[in-house]
């Protein structure tokens, strides 16, 4: 029985799209919007603001709590978005009890693209904060608006609190994020600085659930009992997270997914000869490049092939039109050894080969010089 019931995947509520991704809600929201709004509606509001009808309160509540479920979207779309400006597309956002997580189709390729899509969450939350806080001083300061200024400044708190939270340098967090990009730009090692990172979550969440229970036991039982449930929320994210299996996973020596290069660049099957060659062949020499589009492998372009192309075909002519089309030779898994990698670049005429995950997701790029090298290749942003 306990066996079938694991089997039984529990979808998050669709709710819709924004900027064509799918916004899907955790069924934790279920009880926490109404009891949110029955806090708000019950203590919060008639204790600073009295006067108003039992209604009112009520409005106002829901109003509330819809606004603070808007900005946690708006914190995970501050992640899509960057994503989409680094190259990596967002799969879905899900809307958890006290925050979100938006699923990135790959992983960030540096040390910077990693920082910037962490960071911009936190970054988001807290300017959303400080709009509340300024548009009730600039509309409703010295006004009989009590209400209305309360909900406001409320919001602009919780928004605060938000990015303060997700700061706090440790996986799944957005500064477990930000720390592992710091570790990866010093110590060149994507594994061991998520290992780190992981550690650090783990470290964050024991803290969290100790002060609770300290808390639960001898100060004031509802703060205590919601900080040991955050504590115990984190700990099941980071398991069932990539970073967790990440930071849990003994890489071998000498395996692909530590020699690859993570600094590669991705071509769009649909630019041109053109733009190629005047836009980014001159700040990025090489003698291979991946094509591919929405991290998919879609064949392989190599200046060899360019060079009998004329030039007054190159704004004629686009990417795909002059690539080599997806073979075998071109690509490995990351989890093979080096011996096969090597055998792979001594016959395939590339020089290179692009790595994929186990989803297929191009990850990485590898060359004789990562071989000769014997780790992970120095990230450099593009």
């Known amino acids: 029985m306990s066996k079938a019931l694991s089997r039984i995947k529990v979808r998050p509520l669709y709710l819709g799209r924004v900027l064509g991704i799918p916004i899907r809600a955790h069924y934790s929201w279920l009880p926490v919007f109404p009891l949110y709004a029955w806090a708000i509606s019950s203590s919060l509001l008639p204790r600073e603001a009295h006067g108003l009808a039992g209604w009112q309160y009520w409005v106002l509540g829901i109003f509330t709590t819809a606004l603070m479920f808007g900005s946690v979207l708006a914190h995970e779309l501050a992640h899509a978005v960057m994503a989409r400006a680094e ?9 958890y ?35 509340f806080f300024a548009l009730n001083q600039a509309l409703l300061a010295g006004t009989t608006h009590l209400a209305f200024a309360q909900v406001l400044r409320h919001l602009g708190l919780i928004n605060w609190m938000l990015a303060g939270f997700n700061i706090l340098p440790g ?23 998520t290992r780190m990172a992981v550690r650090a979550g783990l470290t964050i969440a024991l803290v969290l659930f100790l002060y609770g229970s300290y808390f639960f036991i001898f100060v004031e039982w509802i703060t205590g009992l919601w900080s040991m449930i955050i504590g115990l929320i984190l700990v099941l994210l980071l398991k069932s997270s990539e970073a967790s299996a990440l930071g849990a996973h003994k890489i ?6 530590v020699l690859m290069n993570r600094s590669f660049l991705t071509i769009d099957p649909d630019l041109s000869v053109r733009e190629f060659i005047d836009g980014i ?56 050894d080096e011996a096969e990698a090597r055998a792979l670049l001594g016959t395939n005429g590339i020089g290179s080969v692009v790595v994929l995950d186990s989803d297929g997701m191009i990850v990485g790029q590898l060359g004789l010089k990562d071989l000769k090298s014997g780790r992970p290749a120095a990230a450099h942003a593009k």
């Open 252 to 257: 071998r020596r000498g395996s692909v997914e």
């Open 171 to 193: 996986l799944p967090l957005d500064g477990g994020r930000v720390l592992r990009a710091i570790l990866w730009r010093f110590n060149k090692n994507y594994y061991e600085s």
């Open 97 to 131: 009890i006290f925050g979100g997580l938006a699923s990135l189709e790959g992983q960030p390729s540096t040390p910077s693209s990693e920082f910037k899509i962490a960071i911009v969450g936190p970054a988001a939350s807290f300017l959303t904060g400080t709009l």
């Open 281 to 336: 062949l001159e700040k990025h020499r090489a003698i291979s490049f991946p094509v591919g589009r929405g991290g998919r492998l879609h064949g392989m372009l190599l200046l060899a092939d360019l060079k009998p192309v004329p030039s007054e075909e190159w704004s004629r002519l686009r990417i795909q039109d002059v690539m080599r089309p997806v073979e075998q030779p071109m690509f490995i898994n990351a989890i093979a």
């Open 87 to 95: 190259g990596l597309g967002t799969g879905s956002i899900t809307l």
